[in-house]
């Protein structure tokens, strides 16, 4: 499995895991739901479980993956300012390249 985080999201990433509250937790990316061809993805802060694979990205972050989940593996995390500020995650080895 493969993550990639820009490093407008890592900077971003790193401050809210570093917050007190979120000691111990990693980013968790989700497939959030499917329809067609097309994929939503969720992000947030979560424990490891046993359906999950921890990718080790070259940020120095670590990104929980359900394990049978073909579609999580090439995700992208990016931070965007504009037009709105947030997270974008897309799949482009999935020609998943963003919401419509």
Do not use: C, W
């Not at 401050?15 to 007190?20: A, F, G, P, R, S």
């Amino acid at each position: 499995m493969n993550v990639k985080i820009t490093r407008n999201a890592a900077k971003v990433l790193l401050k809210e895991l570093q917050q007190e509250e979120n000691q111990g937790l990693k980013v968790r990316v989700k497939v959030d739901f499917t329809h067609g061809n097309h994929v939503h993805y969720a992000l947030g802060l979560d424990e490891q479980t046993e359906n999950d694979v921890v990718v080790q990205t070259d940020k120095g972050i670590e990104v929980l993956l359900e394990k049978d989940d073909p579609m999580l593996d090439g995700v992208k995390i990016d931070y965007l300012y504009l037009p709105h500020e947030g997270f974008v995650i897309t799949n482009p080895s999935k020609g998943n390249h963003g919401d419509h």
